[in-house]
């Protein structure tokens, strides 16, 4: 099954989803990498396996193997960070903010893709789990490297819609 076959599998009272879904898959503003990248970051980042499943399939031949092994470790790696960087952002006590993470995340510094790619992906799952702290040092790491605005907002866009679609499919009755 495709992602957009998963799509047009979400009720109709999800058809925003659906119609935003399909506006994804045909974006054109984006590079190959940074689209399917970023589906595939998200599917793996929202936990659904159906969603994950679909969505390998969209990608597959469309990612090289370096961009799809990038895209899944940055959801693996957020899936840490994004936890431990929102208490450490919402802990009353700012002494946490000043201790070591001691927790091991190798891939950030060496993704095996472009850094701007993997940031950008990696703020995209942020973006799905709310950590606030990991959205903003990501877009600052992306605006250093010259992404601009639109392409920014565009990956919280492809995190809010595959999160979406994997709330709604899970959910539908």
Partial sequence: MSLKEF??????????IRLNVGSLLGDQTLTEQRKYGLLLACAHGSGYKPIVEATEAEVAGKLSPE?????RAAAAVMAMN???????????NKEYGQMPAKLRMNVIGSPGIEKD???LFSLAVSAMNGCGLCIDSHEKVLRQHGVAADVIQ???RVGAVIKAAATVHATAV
Avoid: G, I, M, Q
């Fill in 67 to 71: 961009a799809a092994n990038a895209a």
């Fill in 117 to 119: 790619d993997f940031e």
């Fill in 154 to 156: 565009t990956a919280a």
């Fill in 82 to 92: 994004n936890v431990y960087y929102r208490f450490v952002h919402l802990a009353s």
């Fill in 7 to 16: 799509a047009d599998a979400l009720p109709d009272y999800a058809k925003d």
